[in-house]
């Protein structure tokens, strides 16, 4: 995998992929459509934030690269890549438990906080992709 040039993409599947945390500078891509929803991406080195319609979905410090990011009413997977160790927080179902897996492994079961918000410490290493799974328990 490699980082997403165009910021934010569709992908075949109905996935989308976005995220360049090579940049040194801060660059965003507002009012992007992807089916029926309108995200805004910024991204950089120190961080890569996505929006849907004008609500919080994912935020890494510092940036990564997120491929076939595809999140459900039970589900949100993606693909994600950095230069180094990264904390994702996802935006899921407030005090909901989640069961997470990091490439292949479980990495235990978390409950999100009274506002959806969910922490994932993502251990990377450059240039290597790395699967993430978060499925309501």
């Known amino acids: 995998m490699a980082v997403i040039s165009e910021l934010i993409r569709s992908e075949a599947d109905g996935t989308i992929s976005f995220g360049d945390y090579t940049l040194t500078d801060k660059k965003k891509l507002d009012n992007y459509k992807h089916e029926g929803d309108l995200y805004k991406v910024k991204t950089f080195a120190d961080i890569t934030k996505l929006e849907r319609n004008g609500m919080f979905v994912y ?34 179902e407030p005090e909901t438990d989640y069961e997470i897996t990091v ?17 994932i410490s993502v251990e990377l290493d450059p240039g290597v992709a790395v699967n993430v799974t978060v499925k309501r328990v």
């Open 59 to 92: 935020e890494s410090v510092p940036g990564t690269a997120v491929a076939n990011f595809n999140c459900t009413s039970e589900q949100v997977s993606f693909t994600v890549e950095g230069k180094e160790d990264a904390m994702v927080t996802l935006e899921l």
């Open 103 to 119: 490439d292949g492994a479980s990495a235990g079961q978390m409950k999100t906080n009274v506002g959806g918000k969910l922490n």
